[in-house]
């Protein structure tokens, strides 16, 4: 079964994940700079008030997706039950017959339901275990610094190294889940950019943590280190999503 090529439900609901997400951005980074000292060492996040401010942000995000897909899951729903299942495999193949499958969605209503639940666990289930990660990198990045401020051996340089080798990894799970989305999104739609485009923000992640080094520039008198894993993760969360949102409406029918 097909509903009206005009409920982009899937486009729609992505785009709006995506402009929550650049909210959210939008208020950390205001958060850190207005708070933030100027002579401090440490990363932000082991500055305590940035570091509520971001958990604190993150939940509120989690909540606000959760709430838009339930409400996008009673839509689907709703529309679903208007044909008893039985028959909607039936009303589908009338559809094709009647209008012409060029005039249908590009996805049947249950497949555009599957994918809703796949991206309402991608988005809501992998930034559970994000802030989870992001708690334990914390306590890990917390104890390098007491091995530091401890004189055990370890230099300043090191642990710029290790903070560097180590940060991908606090990014790596929701950026995967992410590019799965992508990938699944691409196969169902049978759609081989979006699966290159998965693999090549991927490639880039993975040579950015294995490869590239973290790099330091001045902005508005402070000084800010550039962690590229970090940078690829949310870049992807945001303006990825936006492009993956336009893409599929200006490619797809109904999605």
């Known amino acids: 079964m097909y509903i009206n090529i005009k409920k982009?439900?899937?486009?729609?609901t992505i785009l709006q994940?995506?402009?929550?997400?650049?909210?959210?951005?939008?208020?950390?980074?205001?958060?850190?700079?207005?708070?933030?000292?100027?002579?401090?060492?440490?990363?932000?996040?082991m500055d305590i008030v940035l570091w509520r401010a971001q958990i604190t942000i993150s939940f509120i995000q989690i909540?606000?997706?959760?709430?838009?897909?339930?409400?996008v899951w009673q839509k689907l729903n709703h529309y679903m039950k208007l044909v008893p299942k039985e028959d909607q495999q039936g009303i589908g193949e009338l559809q094709k017959e009647v209008f012409g499958k060029s005039k249908l969605a590009a996805?049947?209503?249950?497949?555009?339901?599957?994918?809703?639940?796949?991206?309402?666990?991608?988005?809501?289930?992998?930034?559970l275990i994000y802030d989870f990660t992001s708690i334990m990198y914390r306590r890990f990045i917390g104890i390098l610094m007491d091995a530091l401020s401890s004189g055990t051996g370890m230099s300043d340089g090191t642990f710029v190294m290790l903070y560097n080798m180590t940060h991908g990894f606090k990014y790596l799970?929701?950026?995967?889940?992410?590019?799965?989305?992508?990938m699944m999104t691409g196969i169902f739609l049978s759609d081989r950019y979006l699966k290159i485009a998965a693999a090549v923000i991927l490639g880039l992640f993975?040579?950015?943590?294995?490869?590239?080094?973290?790099?330091?520039?001045?902005?508005?008198?402070?000084?800010?280190?550039?962690v590229w894993t970090s940078m690829i993760y949310h870049i992807t969360e945001t303006v990825g999503l936006v492009v993956l949102s336009r893409y599929l409406t200006k490619q797809y029918k109904g999605l």
């Open 173 to 182: 799970e929701i950026l995967s889940a992410i590019l799965l989305g992508v």
């Open 63 to 71: 909540i606000v997706i959760a709430f838009m897909f339930f409400k």
């Open 107 to 127: 996805l049947s209503v249950n497949s555009v339901n599957r994918l809703i639940q796949l991206w309402a666990v991608i988005f809501i289930g992998a930034e």
């Open 17 to 45: 994940v995506a402009v929550v997400k650049i909210i959210a951005a939008c208020l950390e980074g205001a958060i850190r700079i207005i708070l933030k000292k100027s002579n401090i060492t440490s990363p932000d996040m």
């Open 8 to 12: 982009r439900i899937l486009s729609s």
């Open 206 to 226: 993975l040579i950015s943590f294995g490869v590239l080094q973290m790099q330091t520039v001045y902005l508005m008198g402070r000084e800010v280190g550039i």
